[in-house]
């Protein structure tokens, strides 16, 4: 079964990813204007897939190889789980032909790649943090 701890820093991530999708995609770059779809749809499909990454996020921080390699440096293995998580992610986005845009060049895949891996990254910050400042009594070697 999920711990509490687990699951708040799950769905802190989500959230925290979720926000940032939506101000690079939506505020800063103004993706969503070319949508051929309903807006609000999109955004329901995108806040499940949100949820499914913080949960991804949320096991790569668990997985040993990160905690034996950063054991005592919560937001370091944070940010390197989810950048990790995010590099994955946009290597998939991009082979299914997935991203906003139907141009491919250097320069758009470079700043891609970097912003899915920083988007991610800070998810991983947030469950790192949400660890740190959760007990769980019985999770005492964690």
């Not at 990454?53 to 668990?62: C, E, Q, R, S, Y």
């Not at 590099?87 to 139907?102: A, Q, V």
Request: aromatic share 22%; with cysteine.
């Amino acid at each position: 079964m999920f711990r509490k701890r687990f699951f708040a820093s799950w769905m802190f991530s989500a959230i925290t990813m979720l926000l940032l999708f939506y101000i690079w995609h939506g505020i800063i770059i103004f993706d969503f204007d070319g949508l051929s779809y309903n807006k609000r749809q999109f955004m329901l499909v995108a806040s499940l897939v949100y949820v499914l990454i913080g949960f991804l996020v949320t096991k790569a921080f668990n997985i040993s190889y990160f905690v034996n390699k950063y054991k005592k440096k919560a937001i370091t293995r944070g940010f390197r789980a989810g950048a990790s998580i995010g590099f994955l992610l946009f290597l998939i986005s991009t082979i299914c032909d997935f991203p906003f845009h139907s141009e491919f060049n250097f320069r758009h895949l470079f700043f891609d790649s970097l912003w899915q891996m920083l988007e991610q990254g800070l998810g991983g910050i947030v469950v790192a943090l949400t660890h740190i400042f959760i007990f769980e009594p019985e999770m005492i070697d964690d």
